[in-house]
């Protein structure tokens, strides 16, 4: 069976890796951000396992190791002189095969509670979720929140954990290797996503919760062979999943008692199951015959003699057609009417009928990794909310196009290269993208390309608990020619949404790239509906940045901290 790509193995002697990836997009620029970051005579080559920005404006990366390790590297993007650090190390700590510390993220109240929750395998038969306290350079107050989650040891060990629009901790883990608690099997919580409150306690609103009975109450979700990362969706809160596979890597919208068919199907799911939003052959494409094509007005439909299995936004080429106005790569599918269907925006002539030929998906390696969602107002519009993929094996990345409105994916293509074993993702206070492999110490950047003046706004939306705060920060897309005053306030919706500090930032022809922090508020209320506002950033002669504010009403206002507690 094929397992998950963590490298086990140290590199052979005199292995040279390279000292950049490649971006494709000329509309982005990458340089090395880190290279060998180890400490002072620390060069066992620890393995990235991930990477993410504290969400509070105090410019700290926080890197995973999968020994056990995290690591921050501070004041990189307002300072002179950064400054790597340990914040904590894992102990115990289990690191054979896939095993160790392989998932983070942040409280939804990071701003004001300043907790962080990492994903780690403490033993051969058991994985924890342990949350720190990140307010001093130092993690304090180590706290055990989910305990007695499953692994053999080996390998589909999972590691995806965030929390999505309801505030609630989520997380993921596959099938340990060897099929474990795949298909309808609701007692263990091996392939499958699991939810709890953030101390660790049990939602009563679970879909599977039945008391003493068989099921395990926390589970979620069911039917994912590995799913080792998850990204919430900024704009939504929806949880997207991404599952390494045996013949398919799939990408799933997960939602309560979700069903994504494995280890019966991979991207063949029947009704009562979940398809993947994303999906493409595992180290290699598909090619289906075509029987017919046609065109009307600039809309290609295409039929094939059996089922295709092509998705929405799925990028193919087309190829010997009788009529070569349809043989085309980088076509994007719009449409599936059927399962021997499927239709295309392509310009061209219309024709009523020509036969032959076929559609290869794009081959975009064998091992899915961790993804980020595009939310800055940084690069231009058409990037905005764009989903960002990467694959182990292939070392690359990929750029998926995102409807704004039905949320459907437009396009996939490729965008970066030559990433040592690449593993995760993350958007940067400045509006950049970050990067990283197993197989490296080098971290990425890619800034995108500004052509003119601009507000950069790290995230265009935000989710805040109900008397709690959020961070995002604000810079400038090029040096100015005079100091520039940007001011922010809200311009729609509910008045308890507040700005508490940046309402009037200052930036000068020395400090225009240095994200300055924007905090807001959330007072509480004594309704429980969930609430919304706008708040605009704003500069004379720019063009304003709105930022999206949803409200989660938890029904308390700053809830406490509970002590851990959960259902082996």
């Known amino acids: 069976?094929?397992?998950?790509?963590?490298?086990?193995?140290?590199?052979?002697?005199?292995?040279?890796?390279?000292?950049?990836?490649?971006?494709?997009?000329?509309?982005?620029?990458?340089?090395?951000?880190?290279?060998?970051?180890?400490?002072?005579?620390?060069?066992?080559?620890?393995?990235?396992?991930?990477?993410?920005?504290?969400?509070?404006?105090?410019?700290?990366?926080?890197?995973?190791?999968?020994?056990?390790?995290?690591?921050?590297?501070?004041?990189?993007?307002?300072?002179?002189?950064?400054?790597?650090?340990?914040?904590?190390?894992?102990?115990?700590?289990?690191?054979?095969?896939?095993?160790?510390?392989?998932?983070?993220?942040?409280?939804?109240?990071?701003?004001?509670?300043?907790?962080?929750?990492?994903?780690?395998?403490?033993?051969?038969?058991?994985?924890?979720?342990?949350?720190?306290?990140?307010?001093?350079?130092?993690?304090?107050?180590?706290?055990?929140?989910?305990?007695?989650?499953?692994?053999?040891?080996?390998?589909?060990?999972?590691?995806?954990?965030?929390?999505?629009?309801?505030?609630?901790?989520?997380?993921?883990?596959?099938?340990?290797?060897?099929?474990?608690?795949?298909?309808?099997?609701?007692?263990?919580?091996?392939?499958?996503?699991?939810?709890?409150?953030?101390?660790?306690?049990?939602?009563?609103?679970?879909?599977?919760?039945d008391g003493a009975g068989p099921n395990n109450d926390f589970i979620f979700a069911r039917g994912f062979r590995n799913p080792f990362t998850m990204q919430i969706q900024p704009s939504t809160g929806a949880l997207w999943l991404n599952v390494v596979g045996t013949s398919y890597e799939q990408v799933f919208v997960v939602t309560a008692g979700d069903h994504g068919g494995y280890n019966d199907y991979e991207n063949n799911q029947p009704d009562g199951y979940i398809t993947p939003r994303i999906v493409y052959r595992t180290n290699g494409s598909d090619t289906r015959p075509l029987s017919t094509a046609s065109r009307s007005g600039n809309v290609a439909t295409f039929t094939t003699p059996s089922p295709h299995r092509f998705r929405v936004g799925g990028n193919l080429t087309i190829s010997g057609v009788a009529d070569p106005s349809f043989n085309q790569s980088n076509l994007y599918v719009a449409s599936v009417p059927d399962a021997t269907t499927f239709t295309a925006q392509q310009v061209g002539p219309d024709v009523g009928s020509s036969n032959g030929g076929?559609?290869?998906?794009?081959?975009?390696?064998?091992?899915?990794?961790?993804?980020?969602?595009?939310?800055?107002?940084?690069?231009?519009?058409?990037?905005r909310g764009n989903f960002f993929y990467g694959d182990c094996n292939s070392d690359r990345i990929m750029r998926a196009r995102i409807d704004p409105g039905s949320n459907a994916v437009l396009s996939v293509d490729y965008w970066a290269t030559s990433i040592n074993s690449q593993v995760d993702i993350a958007t940067g206070p400045d509006g950049a993208l970050y990067y990283t492999g197993t197989s490296t110490n080098n971290i990425y950047r890619a800034a995108f390309n500004a052509v003119g003046q601009a507000l950069v706004v790290a995230n265009q939306n935000l989710r805040i608990d109900e008397g709690g705060e959020a961070i995002t920060t604000v810079s400038l897309a090029m040096a100015p020619v005079a100091d520039v005053t940007v001011?922010?306030?809200?311009?729609?919706?509910?008045?308890?949404?507040?700005?508490?500090?940046?309402?009037?930032?200052?930036?000068?022809?020395?400090?225009?790239?240095?994200?300055?922090?924007?905090?807001?508020?959330?007072?509480?209320?004594?309704?429980?509906?969930?609430?919304?506002?706008?708040?605009?950033?704003?500069a004379a002669g720019l063009t304003a940045v709105p930022v999206s504010v949803t409200v989660l009403d938890l029904g308390v206002i700053n809830p406490p901290l509970f002590a851990n507690g959960f259902e082996n």
């Open 1 to 209: 069976m094929r397992r998950y790509c963590i490298p086990v193995l140290c590199l052979a002697a005199g292995h040279v890796l390279p000292v950049s990836a490649t971006v494709s997009d000329l509309n982005w620029t990458e340089t090395v951000f880190s290279v060998n970051r180890n400490s002072p005579g620390d060069v066992s080559g620890k393995l990235h396992t991930g990477l993410a920005w504290a969400p509070d404006g105090s410019d700290r990366l926080f890197v995973l190791e999968k020994n056990g390790r995290v690591r921050v590297l501070s004041g990189s993007l307002t300072s002179t002189s950064p400054v790597w650090s340990t914040f904590a190390t894992m102990t115990p700590i289990y690191t054979s095969s896939e095993c160790g510390l392989i998932g983070m993220a942040f409280d939804p109240d990071f701003a004001r509670n300043h907790l962080v929750y990492f994903f780690v395998t403490v033993s051969a038969s058991e994985q924890q979720i342990i949350r720190y306290d990140a307010t001093t350079v130092v993690g304090t107050g180590r706290t055990v929140v989910v305990s007695g989650l499953p692994t053999n040891g080996n390998n589909h060990d999972g590691g995806g954990i965030g929390f999505a629009a309801d505030g609630k901790l989520y997380w993921s883990i596959g099938d340990l290797g060897n099929g474990t608690g795949v298909d309808d099997n609701l007692t263990s919580l091996a392939a499958k996503v699991g939810r709890a409150n953030r101390d660790g306690s049990l939602p009563a609103d679970n879909p599977f919760v």
């Open 487 to 538: 001011t922010i306030s809200r311009s729609a919706g509910d008045t308890d949404v507040n700005v508490m500090a940046g309402a009037s930032l200052t930036f000068t022809a020395v400090d225009w790239m240095q994200p300055q922090p924007l905090r807001l508020g959330a007072i509480g209320d004594p309704d429980t509906a969930d609430d919304a506002a706008t708040i605009s950033v704003s």
């Open 358 to 383: 076929q559609a290869v998906t794009l081959n975009q390696g064998g091992c899915l990794t961790g993804g980020a969602f595009y939310d800055g107002s940084a690069a231009a519009a058409d990037y």
